[in-house]
């Protein structure tokens, strides 16, 4: 198994651009979440999903938009990129089985507005 | 606002040497996780305990989560280099669903060879 894969890997965006950070999964995990890590201020919830169709805001949803229309596949979409957004993003997924939700993540998308 | 706060933020410490860093909150949780992140990769889940009171050991690392399930602690063993990286915690409070699991800011420990 893969587990989760993102890419891109690293990204360059200039104010105001739009683009689409891309996160999939082959564990076949319900639960799917967005994260960013910025110094300092630890991991925050972006955007979740607790399967297909069905999406929800976290933390910090401002300026992002999701959707999920496999159980796979749950892609983050930056609508119009500010300097505010540069940070490390992360895709988790999780089992649905369980009671305490163990994340399991991707490699992670380094993204730098400028 | 329910906050996990880590301590310390930063620890260095020369290969060989025993630490413990620590996740404390006001509120309890159903469950806590503690995962290790190294450099340009994602966190990767170490252990999950459940019940208050809890000890889980791998290998020399020792996690212990408080009889009130407000806190909880990891203990490291004459530490390797291999153990540099971040650690965060993580809680899910009571009831809670994905959307609400809590993470610690992460305690960065760098270990000297």
């Known amino acids: 198994n893969a587990g989760v894969t993102q890419t891109p890997k690293f990204q360059v965006l200039k104010t105001g651009q739009s683009m689409t950070l891309q996160c999939a999964q082959d564990?076949?995990?319900?639960?799917m979440s967005w994260y960013r890590q910025d110094p300092g201020m630890g991991l925050r919830l972006i955007h979740y999903?607790?399967?297909?169709?069905?999406?929800d805001q976290g933390e910090v949803p401002n300026g992002y938009n999701v959707s999920r229309s496999t159980t796979e596949d749950f892609p983050l979409r930056l609508l119009s990129a500010a300097p505010s957004q540069t940070s490390v993003y992360f895709c988790?997924?999780?089992?649905?089985?369980?009671?305490?939700?163990?994340?399991?993540f991707g490699p992670g998308t380094r993204l730098t507005v400028t | 606002t329910q906050l996990l706060e880590q301590s310390p933020q930063f620890l260095s410490i020369q290969e060989g040497e025993n630490l413990t860093v620590y996740c404390n909150s006001s509120?309890?949780?159903?469950?806590l996780q503690w995962y290790r992140q190294e450099p340009g990769e994602g966190p990767v889940l170490l252990v999950t305990?459940?019940?208050?009171?809890e000890v889980k050991k791998l290998k020399r690392l020792t996690f212990q989560f408080g009889d009130a399930r407000k806190d909880s602690s990891l203990h490291i063993t004459a530490a390797q280099p291999g153990d540099t990286g971040l650690y965060l915690c993580?809680?899910?409070?009571?009831?809670?669903?994905?959307?609400?699991?809590?993470f610690g800011k992460g305690t960065k420990l760098s270990v000297k060879p």
């Open positions: 988790a997924s999780s089992y649905s089985g369980g009671t305490s939700y163990e994340q399991y």
């Open positions: 564990m076949n995990h319900e639960y």
């Open positions: 999903s607790v399967g297909a169709g069905i999406t």
């Open positions: 509120s309890v949780f159903s469950s």
């Open positions: 305990v459940v019940t208050g009171g």
């Open positions: 993580a809680g899910l409070p009571y009831g809670g669903s994905q959307g609400n699991l809590i």
